[in-house]
């Protein structure tokens, strides 16, 4: 049916408005059409807000949840612990915590106060006598460093147990009483907490608890320590596949067993340490495994950096780049002074692998052995297969040809004499280390500290800190060991 009169006097009417309502638009610049634009979509939007609002008033309405109330730990006890944990530092920046540093920076002592909190074992660093065995870098791993420190009990504020229960064991005096004869309930006795298993819940997969022990009141993990064991791990051959002496860096290891002043084998800190001797007790070189090697170093202490440089003067022997003598001059610090110039070993391959005391040791439960070994096949398993794709790889390269001479030669017959001249190349440029330039003397470092302003104060209290303790470590060690 044809539109009457009216519809299209309408129409005309409507079409007319909006070439005029267009042309008003044209003459707007780009703000005001945005605010035009704003206005109309608020008038449009405005029953549409209204229709969404009246429906949810008639939901019913959520209860919140009550902030949970923190513990309270004063109503526990607390006993002194020796905590044994294992942790891949890859993705640290060392274990200690840097509280001066910037908050991005992760440690794993940081992961480890988080879980402690956490879990309500702690109510903070300062408040529970806390004490580490050592000091590793950034990228060195652990697979028994220790920690003492003094945790949250089971037992309730003013019971009388026996601090020296071991885990599994029941606690005396916490048995469960009658509330009408006030008898005590047979086999009702309260066992301490699971410290392993509830920081494994919370821990990353790379930092693991291993095991606790009671220990006395006053327990430090440095100083009752009464040694560290490091393992190195190192290829069997250079990185241009040339084999490596292992005798040669057998008798090389052999040398720094002793009591040894260990500066040019550090990272020399005067504002810290002044007194750079460590007796080794054993230092090995030993097969680990197809194309692995494994230094292993047992001493009472040790310096900053130094299994890393320990490795790099047993790599440069293995080489044929050093003679194992030149450990003894190393170590004659009336004959070589100052330290060469030379590059610290990767720390990636660094493992503290032990840390002994006399009278404590670790007492891990079934349960947790279970549970670390579970965890820890299913990490061999990924390393393998991440090992497996590396295999892959190079098999794939030996399926490449190059050209050389003119021809085309498989890469797997063309790589050994490749390899063999850049090795000769690398032994011809290197540079005997005792010709190299040597750093700074002890007593040298000792004066540039006293005259920076920064160092200076820090220098002068580590020194009165050392003299309060009749000589630092050594002191400090027996008075707490």
């Known amino acids: 049916m044809d539109a009457g009169p009216q519809q299209h006097q309408a129409m005309d009417v409507d079409a007319a408005d909006a070439q005029a309502l267009a042309k008003q638009l044209r003459a707007l610049d780009a703000k005001e059409l945005l605010a035009v634009a704003l206005d109309a979509l608020k008038r449009d939007a405005a ?121 599994g064991d029941a606690l005396a005096n916490t ?70 002496d292992v005798e040669a860096m057998r008798r090389a290891a052999s040398k720094f067993v002793g009591d040894h002043d260990f500066r040019n084998f550090c990272k020399m800190d005067v504002v810290h340490v002044s007194n750079f001797r460590r007796e080794i007790y054993a230092a090995r070189v030993e097969a680990a495994g197809p ?72 007492v891990p439960t079934p349960e947790a052995l279970l549970q670390l070994h579970e965890h820890l096949t299913r990490e061999r398993h990924a390393a393998r297969v991440a090992l497996a794709r590396t295999e892959n790889l190079l098999e794939k390269l030996d399926g490449f040809g190059v050209r050389a001479a003119g021809a085309e030669v498989p890469w797997a017959r063309a790589r050994p004499p490749l390899l063999a001249a850049a090795d000769e190349r690398a032994r011809a440029a290197h540079r005997p280390l005792l010709a190299r330039e040597g750093g700074k003397t002890y007593e040298e470092k000792v004066a540039a500290a006293r005259e920076n302003p920064t160092k200076r104060s820090k220098f002068e209290a580590c020194a009165s800190k050392r003299s309060e303790n009749r000589g630092g470590f050594h002191a400090e060690k027996r008075r707490c060991g």
């Open 47 to 167: 029953p549409l807000a209204a229709a969404l609002a009246a429906r949810e008033s008639k939901r019913p309405k959520k209860r919140r949840r009550k902030a949970q109330k923190p513990m309270d730990l004063t109503k526990y006890e607390a006993r002194d612990v020796a905590l044994w944990i294992a942790y891949d530092g890859g993705a640290y920046r060392g274990f200690a915590a840097q509280e001066k540093a910037e908050v991005d920076v992760d440690t794993v002592e940081r992961q480890l106060f988080q879980a402690l909190e956490k879990t309500c074992l702690v109510s903070g660093r300062d408040a529970c006598a806390y004490s580490r065995c050592g000091r590793t870098d950034k990228g060195v791993s652990a697979a028994g460093q220790v920690v003492g420190l003094r945790l949250r009990s089971v037992a309730r504020r003013g019971t009388a147990f026996e601090p020296a229960t071991h885990p």
């Open 175 to 244: 048995e469960r009483r009658d509330a009408e004869t006030d008898e005590v309930v047979p086999n009702t006795q309260k066992r301490e907490l699971d410290y392993v298993g509830m920081l494994n819940r919370v821990l990353p997969d790379d930092v693991r608890a291993l095991a606790w022990a009671p220990v006395a009141e006053g327990f430090s993990a440095r100083f009752s320590c009464a040694s560290r064991t490091y393992r190195y791990w190192l290829a069997r051959e250079n990185a241009h596949g040339r084999p490596r």
């Open 291 to 362: 194309g692995l090697l494994r230094f292993e170093v047992h001493g009472q202490a040790f310096l900053w950096h130094m299994v890393r440089c320990l490795v790099a003067i047993i790599e440069l022997v293995g080489d044929g780049l050093e003679a194992p003598d030149v450990v003894d001059a190393l170590l004659d610090v009336a004959r070589s002074p100052r330290r060469p110039q030379y590059a610290l070993a990767d720390e990636a391959p660094l493992v503290l692998h032990d840390c002994a005391f006399d009278t404590v040791r670790p």
